[in-house]
């Protein structure tokens, strides 16, 4: 297994409102729910680009916390030669997909647990441009994501692979569709939950690598196992440090 294929662990960065500290039932609450409730809506409307319904940002008649309508706009490009980037839902919109999967959430949460979703996704794309960067493009144009499709139920082979061994399942999946120089190749993006290091501090961890549909990746995933390998058989000796000049 590659370094890129290991799961990069993401804890959330200092600063991000979930770094107080809660009691074990809040902190239980603010978990991402099983699947990303955005994806794969029971209505008609179904957005192509990202297998998601257009969601109104309307607060339920019961709601008794008025949570945000602004949209952040992500790091993460979706079109060719263009600024556009991709907005995530704004608290109100998470809620939303919430209440119309029937979970319940406390609204109080609907703000933190968008915070994280949003770092996740942010986290997966920085991998995914490590492994762009190991392809030959013969054209200058930047990586974009030109669709994605949330895959919660479908158990990726690798992550499979490793339950059989004890490794806990992941609770979401996402397939990416990045675009460059007129080819399109898919990510296969697994996210995982890790014990907390601090109390009240999510940690995640994430397996981002492009998924086995050509030679290319086949390859290149190939060396970046045996690499890793190779550095785990035969590490690097590091050269010690100088001793200080006498004075």
Known sequence: MSKQERKSQSTIPPGCPMHKPENEKTAQ??????GCPMH?????????????????????????????KERVISS???AKDSDAKWEYPSPQQF?????RKGWETPEEEVETMVDIHNFLNEEAWQQVLKWESKYKCDCAEDPYLSKFQGRPKE???KARWHTFFGAPRPFDRHDWYISRCGQTRRYVIDYYEAPEEEPGVPVFHLDVRPALDDVPSMMIRFKEAAKAKWEQWFPTQQ?????????
């Not at 609450?29 to 099983?34: D, F, N, R, T, V």
């Not at 998601?52 to 916390?65: K, N, R, V």
């Not at 809620?95 to 209440?99: K, Q, T």
């Not at 050269?239 to 004075?247: I, L, M, T, V, Y």
Request: glycine share 2%; hydrophobic share 35%.
């Open 40 to 68: 794969k809506g029971d209505t008609k409307e179904i957005n192509q680009l990202n297998m998601m319904p257009d969601l109104a940002q309307t607060a339920y008649e019961d709601q008794t916390i008025d949570l945000p």
């Open 76 to 78: 993460i490009p979706k």
């Open 95 to 99: 809620y939303n997909a919430l209440r």
């Open 29 to 34: 609450a603010k978990s991402i729910p099983p």
């Open 239 to 247: 050269p010690p440090n100088p001793a200080p000049a006498a004075e």
């Open 155 to 157: 158990i990726s082979p």
